[in-house]
């Protein structure tokens, strides 16, 4: 799954915080559910517009962010 198409940064939105394209949902919010033990569907109950690839692509652009790969907009936090 290519992130890319889902997950938006953008300085005049929640501060530029990567977060779902469309929402104002931001990644950080998704990962800390999750580690709550919230599971996708309750997720999807509680955030009506996410979708389930949505989560995904969260997930996904986390590792990349963890393996220090290029990100949303051409940044790059690799040090």
């Known amino acids: 799954m290519d992130y890319r198409d889902r997950i938006v940064s953008d300085p005049n939105v929640l501060r530029g915080k990567p977060?779902?394209?469309?929402?104002?949902?931001?990644?950080?919010?998704?990962?800390?559910?999750?580690?709550?033990?919230?599971?996708?569907e309750e997720l999807l109950e509680f955030y009506p517009n996410l979708t389930k690839e949505d989560i995904l692509a969260a997930i996904s652009y986390s590792a990349d962010v963890i393996k220090g790969r290029e990100l949303v907009e051409g940044q790059n936090f690799s040090r």
């Open 19 to 40: 977060r779902i394209k469309g929402t104002r949902i931001p990644v950080e919010l998704i990962l800390e559910k999750l580690g709550e033990g919230l599971s996708i």
